[in-house]
């Protein structure tokens, strides 16, 4: 029985140290080289993107429009019309006339009820 015993305490003490050269040996390969020994195309690759695909449009003043392409993704520049898809209905409406300044249409009705007449004080 105290053989046994002692085979046994010595075969944890033998698996105790190979465990522990091992844990040295990855902690070692992982200071010399940087990674560690399974190198997978997970989170370590997020790193690895330094440039930008998008860039500000011209006209609609978004972080949207993609250089390789050289076109918007918000507004389709440099389409002539903006882009616009009728099933998105809110994204319609958030975009529409109205919903900026209107620098010249805002006039517009104030000069449609004076006959468009220019030059009269009235």
């Known amino acids: ?5 002692s085979i046994y305490l010595y075969y944890i003490l033998y698996v105790c140290i190979h465990a522990c050269v091992y844990k040295i040996c990855i902690g070692l390969h ?14 370590g690759s997020f790193g690895k993107r ?8 011209v006209r609609c003043g978004r972080r949207s429009f ?4 050289s076109r918007c993704a918000s ?3 440099p389409s002539n019309r903006f882009r616009k ?5 809110k994204a319609i409406r958030r975009k529409t006339t109205g ?5 010249y249409l805002r006039h ?8 468009f007449r220019e030059g009269y004080s009235s």
């Open 66 to 69: 993609h250089l390789q392409k």
């Open 99 to 103: 919903t900026g300044r209107m620098r």
């Open 30 to 43: 992982r200071y010399i080289f940087g990674f560690g020994l399974k190198q997978s195309k997970g989170t």
């Open 50 to 57: 330094r440039n930008k695909t998008h860039t500000l449009c």
């Open 1 to 5: 029985m105290v053989i046994f015993y």
């Open 85 to 89: 898809y009728n099933w998105s209905v």
């Open 75 to 77: 507004c389709g520049f």
């Open 108 to 115: 517009v009705s104030v000069r449609f009820k004076s006959n």
